[in-house]
C-alpha cells in the first residue's frame, strides 16, 4: 500500500497567487488532479487537494492580498495560516502587483517558494526578470517557469523542500514580537496587525490599526526590490492589449459587446436550447426514458398519491429528472462554458468596466453583468451567483431584478415563438416593456434600499487565448457543483407542485385569481391556469398560452405577465435560501404584484 | 483636483484616497499616494482606467470623485 505514512505526518503546500497566474497548471503538474480556475475576482470559491509525494497540495482562490475583503481573500487566508510550505505563483508581467502578495506572504512568516510564471511572455514582451537578484532580496528560493510550456517545473519540484522563511518589510519583525508568538502563529500576529475583524474575532485579542503602516512599507520595499530586478523595455503593442484597449472603447467596444451577445444568443438560444434541448429532452427523455421508467413503475396507480409523487405530472422520477438532465444540464454546461470562456479570455471584467455606468444607476455595479447573464439561462443558477456581489444591498436589487424581469431560457424560447408571428412591433413593445421595468424598479430600489452600494474597483487582467481544457473543466465542476446544489431544489418544488394538486389547492388557487385575469388582465379564464403552471415551469405556463385562443394585444398582456409573475418555484426556493424570509418574501409577493399592475394598466390600455 | 476629471492620456500622480478599504485595496495594485499612473482609458460618465506598465485597473466614477491626484503631463 502506497499510505505508509499517516496524514499526520504530510506537509500542506499551499498554492497562493493572483488571480489568472497559471496556478491551475502547477496545481495539476505536482497533483494530476484537476483545479477550477478563474480570473474574475469574486467567482464561487473553489478550493482543490490532492496528493505530491509527502505533501498534501491545496490550491487557493486567486487573490490580491491576504485579508478580509472578500470570500476569496478569508477562504485563502485560513488555508495559508494551516499551512506548512506555500508555492508563491507570479506572473513575470504583472511583478509590480505581484511581489506585494509574496512580500506579504514573507511578512507571515511562512516558508515560501516562489515561481515567476508566464516567463517566456514576459521575454516577448521585453521585460527581464533577474531571479537570482529577486531571491537574494526576498530571501526565499525563486525559479523562473512557464507551467503551460513545462518549463522550469522540475526544478520547481526539486527545490520546493527548500522553501524558507524570507525577509520581513522593514519593522514587521519587531511588531510581530509584541505578541506571544508561542499562543498564535506570527501568520496571525500579521493578520491582527493588518486589522483583520475575523481573526481578531476569532483569536479574541484586538487588531492593532497597523494596517497602512504596513502596507505602505511593503509597498516601497517591493517598488524598491524591482528596480535592481526588473527591466523592461516595453512597448505595449501585443495583440492582446489592443484587443483589450478596443474593447474599453465605446465606440468599438460596444459593437465588440453586441457581437459577443449575439454570438452568445446564438449559441444558448438556439444551438443548445433548441438543437441540444429537442435531442436531450424530447429524444432521450421523453422518447426512451419515461416510457421507461413509468413501464418500470407501471404497477403504482398514477392516481394515487405515491403514483403522482413519483411518475405523475410533476413527479420526482419523471418531470424532475426529465427538467434536470433533459433542459437544467445542457443549458448550464453551455452558459458556464461561455462564462469561462469569457473570464479566461479577460472579457468579462472589461464587459463588467462597460457596463458598469448603467448598473450603477439601478444601485449594481458592472460585476452584476455576471448574474444577469447568467439569469437567461436559469434564474435558480444567477439567484446563487449573487453572492459574489459586494454588499447584501446589491444581491437584494440583483435577485429582485432576476426574478421579475428576466425570462430564462427556457422560457425564452417559448416566448419567442409566440412573439414573433404578431410581428415586429409586437417584439419591439415586449422588449422595451421589460427593460423599462427593469430600468424603473431598479432605480427605484436603489432609491429605497438603506446603505450604500459597492463601487467597481478591478484589475483588467491581460486579454489571454483561454485554454480549452481549462474551460472544460471549469465548465464541468460549475455545472456539478450547481446541479448539485440545486437537484433538490427542484425535487422540492415537484413535492409541493404535486401536494397542492392533489389536495386540490391548485385548482382553488387558480380558481381565486381567475376574476383578476378576466377582468383587469381581459385574458380568457383559462389563463388562470397558464399562471400557475408557470409557478412550476416558467415554460410551461408560456407554453400553455398557445393553446388559447387570444388578440394579439391580449397575447402581449399575457406574456408580460407571464414573464414578470413570480419566478418557477425552484428560483423562489433558492431565493428563500440565498435571502433572509423577509426579503425573500418581499421579492416574491413585490414581483407577484407588479406583474399584475403592469399587466393590467397594459390591458386596460390597449385590449 | 480629483480623479473623474481627467482626460485620457494625462499622467497623473496619486494625492489621496479618501475610503480605508479602498486605498489598502489599491495600494496592492500599485495604486498609492505619490504613485505616477496614465489614465489609458476614460468612458463617457463610466469608469476610469488607470495604467502602470501592464497593469491596468478600472475605477469607478462615483469612487474617482474621491480620489485627489496632480495633474503631472
Partial sequence: ?607 | MTLDKVSRGDIIEIVSIEDKDIRAQAIRLCIYEGSKLKCSEKLPAGPIILQNRLQEVAISRKLAEHIIIEKVS
Wanted: glycine share 10%; proline share 3%.
Fill in chain 1, 1 to 607: 500500500m502506497e499510505n505508509t505514512i499517516t496524514k499526520k505526518d504530510l506537509k500542506h503546500l499551499v498554492l497562493v497567487g493572483n488571480p489568472n497566474v497559471g496556478k491551475s497548471v502547477f496545481f495539476n503538474s505536482l497533483t494530476g488532479m484537476y483545479v477550477d480556475v478563474s480570473n474574475f475576482p469574486g467567482t464561487t470559491v473553489d478550493i482543490s487537494t490532492g496528493r505530491y509525494g509527502d505533501y498534501i497540495v491545496e490550491d487557493t482562490p486567486g487573490i490580491y492580498g491576504v485579508s478580509s475583503f472578500n470570500d476569496e481573500e478569508r477562504v485563502a487566508r485560513d488555508v495559508i495560516i494551516n499551512g506548512d510550505l506555500v508555492l508563491n505563483v507570479i506572473d513575470a508581467v504583472h511583478m509590480q502587483r505581484d511581489i506585494f502578495l509574496t512580500q506579504q506572504l514573507i511578512d507571515m512568516g511562512k516558508k515560501v517558494i516562489v515561481a515567476v510564471n508566464l516567463i517566456d511572455e514576459a521575454t516577448k514582451k521585453g521585460i527581464k526578470v533577474d531571479t537570482e537578484a529577486l531571491s537574494g532580496q526576498l530571501g526565499v528560493e525563486v525559479v523562473a517557469t512557464s507551467a503551460l510550456k513545462g518549463i522550469g517545473m522540475n526544478e520547481i519540484k526539486q527545490k520546493i523542500a527548500n522553501a524558507g522563511v524570507g525577509i520581513k518589510t522593514e519593522g514587521v519583525q519587531e511588531l510581530l514580537n509584541n505578541y506571544d508568538l508561542n499562543e498564535i502563529t506570527e501568520a496571525e500576529a500579521l493578520m491582527l496587525l493588518e486589522d483583520d475583524e475575523v481573526l481578531s474575532e476569532r483569536k479574541g485579542l484586538p487588531t492593532a490599526g497597523k494596517r497602512e503602516e504596513i502596507y505602505k512599507n511593503r509597498r516601497q520595499r517591493v517598488d524598491r526590490i524591482l528596480e535592481s530586478v526588473l527591466s523592461d523595455s516595453y512597448n505595449g503593442t501585443s495583440l492582446g492589449t489592443t484587443i483589450g484597449r478596443l474593447l474599453l472603447k465605446p465606440i468599438t467596444g460596444i459593437p465588440m459587446l453586441l457581437a459577443i451577445m449575439a454570438g452568445m444568443f446564438w449559441f444558448i438560444g438556439v444551438f443548445v436550447a433548441q438543437t441540444v434541448v429537442d435531442f436531450t429532452e424530447g429524444t432521450v427523455m421523453e422518447g426512451y426514458y419515461k416510457p421507461f421508467i413509468e413501464s418500470i413503475l407501471g404497477f403504482i396507480p398514477k392516481n394515487s398519491f405515491i403514483g403522482s409523487l413519483l411518475i405523475g405530472d410533476y413527479g420526482l422520477l419523471t418531470m424532475t429528472v426529465i427538467y434536470i438532465l433533459g433542459l437544467l444540464l445542457p443549458l448550464t454546461i453551455g452558459f458556464y462554458m461561455l462564462m469561462s470562456i469569457l473570464e479566461d479570455s479577460g472579457f468579462l471584467p472589461r464587459i463588467a468596466v462597460l457596463s458598469d455606468k448603467t448598473l450603477s444607476k439601478v444601485g449594481l455595479n458592472g460585476r452584476a453583468i455576471i448574474p444577469l447573464i447568467l439569469g437567461f439561462g436559469c434564474i435558480t443558477m444567477a439567484t446563487m451567483t449573487t453572492r459574489l456581489l459586494g454588499s447584501r444591498r446589491e444581491r437584494v436589487i440583483a435577485t429582485f431584478l432576476l426574478g421579475l424581469t428576466i425570462p430564462c431560457s427556457a422560457q425564452f424560447g417559448v416566448i419567442i415563438g409566440l412573439l414573433t408571428p404578431l410581428g415586429m412591433k409586437y417584439i419591439i413593445a415586449y422588449t422595451a416593456l421589460l427593460i423599462l421595468i427593469f430600468g424603473i424598479s431598479g432605480v427605484l430600489m436603489n432609491k429605497i434600499l438603506p446603505g450604500e452600494s459597492t463601487q467597481l474597483f478591478i484589475d483588467l487582467p491581460q486579454i489571454r487565448m483561454p485554454q480549452f481544457k481549462n474551460v472544460m473543466k471549469k465548465t464541468f465542476v460549475k455545472a456539478k457543483a450547481f446541479l448539485i446544489e440545486a437537484t433538490p431544489i427542484f425535487a422540492l418544488g415537484a413535492v409541493l407542485i404535486t401536494v397542492l394538486q392533489y389536495t386540490g389547492l391548485l385548482g382553488t388557487i387558480e380558481n381565486a385569481i381567475s376574476p383578476l385575469t378576466v377582468q383587469w388582465l381581459k385574458l380568457p379564464e383559462q389563463a388562470s391556469v397558464v399562471f400557475i403552471m408557470g409557478i412550476i415551469r416558467r415554460d410551461f405556463g408560456a407554453a400553455g398560452l398557445s393553446h388559447m385562443v387570444l388578440t394579439s394585444p391580449q397575447m402581449l398582456v399575457a406574456l408580460i405577465t407571464i414573464t414578470l409573475f413570480v419566478p418557477c418555484v425552484a428560483s423562489i426556493i433558492m431565493i428563500f435560501k440565498e435571502r433572509s424570509k423577509a426579503e425573500a418574501t418581499a421579492i416574491w409577493l413585490g414581483s407577484f404584484a407588479i406583474a399584475f399592475l403592469v399587466g393590467g394598466v397594459l390591458a386596460q390600455l390597449i385590449v
